[in-house]
T-cell receptor, first 114, second 112 residues
Framework: GAVVSQHPSRVICKSGTSVKIECRSL??????MFWYRQFPKQSLMLMAT?????????EQGVEKDKFLINHASLTLSTLTVASAHPEDSSFYIC??????????FGPGTRLTVT | GENVEQHPSTLSVQEGDSAVIKCTYS??????FPWYKQELGKGPQLIID?????GEKKDQRIAVTLNKTAKHFSLHITETQPEDSAVYFC???????????FGKGTTLSVSS
């Protein structure tokens, strides 16, 4: 149980294009999902908290107009990187909160912007 | 806000030895402390967690201890195996489901 999937696992796009990443909780409902960003050999940095049916809460320094988050259902949250640039290249990981406070992470999406 | 410090950053042990990773946190309101294992190119996997009303929790070769007074918690892995090699992250969160704040990670290498 408690499986979280992400799609795609890897994406390469050209500078200026937008990329959408999906995060799904497969066997449980998640009213809250989180989006993290991880640079090589570094820790996970929280980008935003996504609550089903309401606007996401962004961490300080994260541009909400660039990283668009939509949590339309209890099993799906999406992150859209608008007008991506090379500095947006990173490993993006989502997590879904379980029935208590535990979080289950997806496998991550490697974004490369050329 | 919460700040989580993790030590050591790298740890090398021989197969069969024990490994200990320590974390300290700053916010006394934090009451949930999970540990994650992350293999290269994959998402973090929850391996064990502890809540503030418990001092110790064990699951086979893995154990976590919590000292709320000192605001530190530790991960103990006994009888290490090469497949335990990975990056381990500690984290903390405050009750009411706020986001996890992660330590910087420990790269554990187990040599056979």
């Amino acid at each position: 149980g408690a499986v979280v999937s992400q799609h795609p696992s890897r994406v390469i796009c050209k500078s200026g294009t937008s990329v959408k990443i999906e995060c799904r909780s497969l066997d449980f409902q998640a009213t809250t999902m989180f989006w993290y960003r991880q640079f090589p050999k570094q820790s996970l940095m929280l980008m935003a908290t996504s609550n089903e049916g309401s606007k996401a809460t962004y961490e300080q320094g994260v541009e909400k107009d660039k990283f668009l988050i939509n949590h339309a259902s209890l099993t799906l949250s999406t992150l859209t990187v608008a007008s991506a640039h090379p500095e947006d290249s990173s490993f993006y990981i989502c997590s879904a909160r379980g029935t208590a406070y535990e979080q289950y992470f997806g496998p991550g999406t490697r974004l490369t912007v050329t | 806000g919460e700040n989580v410090e993790q030590h050591p950053s790298t740890l090398s042990v021989q197969e069969g030895d024990s490994a200990v990773i320590k974390c300290t946190y700053s916010d006394s309101a934090s009451n949930y402390f999970p540990w994650y294992k992350q293999e290269l190119g994959k998402g973090p996997q929850l391996i064990i967690d502890i809540r503030s009303n418990v001092g110790e929790k064990k699951d086979q070769r893995i154990a976590v201890t919590l000292n709320k007074t000192a605001k530190h918690f530790s991960l103990h892995i006994t009888e290490t195996q090469p497949e335990d090699s990975a990056v381990y992250f500690c984290a903390a969160s405050i009750q009411a489901g706020t986001a996890l704040i992660f330590g910087k990670g420990t790269t554990l290498s187990v040599s056979s």
